[in-house]
């Protein structure tokens, strides 16, 4: 992959994620604060755990950390897999967003 697919992948993630948490926030009662610096993202939510999503350049890799635990992405088979096991990027971060909201929460590719 070239840096140029790389980061078209990859932005388009963090837009999803934007994108979602604008509609979770509209569509819920759930209250995440996302916060956007260049590659980096941070989820606040309602009890100020965080989620922080960030993108990794140099190794092409989407980084998460969440209180599961720091996570790694690469874009294999037309989506983001865990580079130590076979989850994929936006299933992982439901599951870690909803742990920490406390309540089910939906991210997906297309926000």
């Not at 819920?28 to 960030?54: C, E, P």
Request: include cysteine.
């Amino acid at each position: 992959m070239t840096d140029l697919q790389y980061q078209n992948l990859a932005e388009s993630v963090l837009k999803a994620v934007e994108t979602a948490c604008d509609r979770l926030n509209d569509q819920s009662d759930v209250d995440i604060d996302n916060q956007r610096t260049g590659g980096m993202i941070t989820l606040t939510f309602a009890n100020k755990s965080q989620i922080i999503i960030n993108l990794q350049k140099p190794l092409q890799e989407i980084w998460m950390a969440a209180r599961a635990g720091g996570f790694h992405y690469k874009f294999s088979s037309e989506q983001w897999t865990d580079t130590k096991g076979e989850s994929e990027f936006f299933a992982d971060l439901s599951r870690y967003a909803s742990e920490q909201a406390g309540q089910p929460l939906v991210f997906g590719a297309q926000g």
